[in-house]
């Protein structure tokens, strides 16, 4: 059993650490079916991130630091939409600048208002996203196999966990299966088609983007007042990156896209267990080589070994209205 018990750890840990990468997979999902390519999805995470911890702060209610991680990340998705669907600028160049944007004013800002070197004053239990303990948990708990993944993997975590796992399926819906689902796929591939129709294709681009950013709104609460009870400088580390990656690797649909997040979740959960373990005849491996797995797996599978993963056809290239 005791084999079986590291498994159910790794698998909880996997879905916990999945996340954050699940909800920001998804919002750069939806952006970038509408034709804007997303690379500001790092910087939206982690704004979120601070703003939820601030409002956390202020208010005492976890639901009001949600508010406002979604509301400041919404924020940046509409300067991204502002300069890169209006302007018709870069959208490589506009999502660039927000991580540079982010990175820097929520270290400047933490620094100013709580003077802990960029991060922010520890949250108390109230101001965060508990967990859940569904019912019967403790219960079946000494249940052979079902009773640990149950209460240990199934139950125990907060809201916004189950949310995540909600929402894949919810995208898949609105993607396939409403009008606007369609509009925003067609706009993604051929926009000239869509305007042909007498429908606006900034504006349903400008509401992918919105959506993109209620999404990264909640990847960054969770990993602000969630998964840690504050926000510290750069806490989104690359998983903006990586949650792109894994949207890639999932060539751009729902399903495939939470099982690419699992995957970098394991790698982190695994990277996590093997701190301080010792592999036979190796010994000892620094922690700083299993913590690399998942970057790592991130450059494999951007150099194309993935097989063939086209992204939307008007993906990254700015609409001019014909006359």
Request: glycine share 12%; hydrophobic share 55%; with cysteine.
């Amino acid at each position: 059993m005791e084999y079986f018990d590291v498994f159910v750890s790794i698998l909880g840990s996997t879905i916990r650490l999945s996340v954050p990468l699940i909800f920001t997979a998804l919002a750069g999902l939806f952006s970038e079916r509408a034709g804007i390519f997303d690379i500001g999805l790092e910087g939206k995470m982690l704004a979120a991130a601070f703003a939820a911890a601030c409002g956390a702060y202020i208010s005492g209610s976890p639901w009001i630091g949600l508010a406002f991680g979604i509301g400041v990340s919404i924020l940046f998705s509409l300067l991204h939409g502002f300069a890169s669907i209006t302007n018709r600028g870069n959208q490589i160049v506009s999502g660039v600048a927000l991580n540079f944007v982010a990175a820097g004013l929520t270290a400047v800002l933490g620094q100013a208002w709580f003077h802990q070197g960029g991060r922010t004053a520890n949250l108390g239990q109230g101001a965060r996203f508990t967990p859940i303990t569904l019912p019967f948990a403790d219960a079946v708990r000494d249940v052979p196999v079902i009773g640990p993944l149950y209460a240990n993997v199934l139950s125990g975590n907060n809201i916004l966990t189950y949310l995540a796992f909600v929402a894949v399926p919810l995208s898949w819906w609105v993607l396939y299966r409403t009008r606007f689902g369609l509009r925003l796929r067609a706009v993604g591939e051929n926009p000239g088609a869509v305007d042909t129709a007498g429908i606006s294709v900034s504006w349903l681009r400008y509401r992918a983007v919105i959506v993109a950013g209620l999404l990264c709104g909640f990847s960054g609460t969770y990993l602000a007042i969630a998964q840690s009870a504050a926000f510290i400088k750069d806490m989104s580390a690359g998983k903006g990156y990586i949650a792109l990656a894994a949207l890639i690797f999932a060539k751009w649909k729902p399903f495939p896209v939470l099982l690419a997040c699992l995957l970098f979740g394991f790698l982190d959960a695994f990277a996590n267990f093997m701190q301080g373990k010792t592999i036979p005849g190796i010994g000892e491996v620094p922690v700083q080589i299993f913590q690399a797995l998942p970057y790592i797996l991130t450059c494999i599978l951007l150099a194309g070994f993935i097989g063939v993963a086209n992204p939307p056809k008007a993906g990254g290239v700015p609409y001019v209205k014909e006359r």
